[in-house]
């Protein structure tokens, strides 16, 4: 029987900041080692440009990338899906193949800077649990 690859599904509101640096960084971490798909409740109009600057800064490129609805056909297929923040909200349902996860992210405040430098802060509690992910992923 052939192994199949994990399959993982970031999720935020809008699909167009928190959950776009996620997807963007599993890919720069586990390449074609993982599926890696993004979605929002209520998709926004475009990317987030602090995020999409500070994932680069990381190496982890948003190149091509728009916000897009999640399909239930990937909401039941994917291993995992990971709820970015505690605005989006997503209920388990018969049938579905994977887990549910929220990752509370941190909100900085204009305090500590611009908003390229408040998304910085977002962005390293993300990658550091996208590191976690993978690694758990990997063993599988």
Not at 101 to 116: I, M, Q, R
Request: net charge negative; proline share 6%; glycine share 8%.
């Amino acid at each position: 029987m052939p192994e199949t690859k994990p399959s993982v599904l970031f999720v935020c509101v809008h699909n167009a900041g928190k959950s776009q640096m996620a997807a963007a960084l599993m890919r720069a971490k586990a390449g074609d080692a993982v599926t890696i798909l993004s979605g929002g409740t209520h998709p926004g109009d475009s990317l987030n440009e602090p995020a999409r600057l500070a994932a680069a800064e990381l190496g982890a490129a948003m190149d091509g990338e728009y916000p897009k609805e999640i399909t239930d056909d990937i909401f039941m297929s994917v291993d995992r899906i990971v709820i970015l923040g505690n605005e989006a909200k997503l209920e388990p349902r018969d049938g579905m193949h994977g887990t549910i996860e929220t990752w509370l992210t941190p909100e900085p405040s204009a305090e500590v800077g611009d908003k390229l430098a408040q998304t910085r802060i977002v962005r390293d509690d993300i990658a550091r649990r996208v590191e976690a992910l993978y690694t758990e992923l990997s063993k599988k």
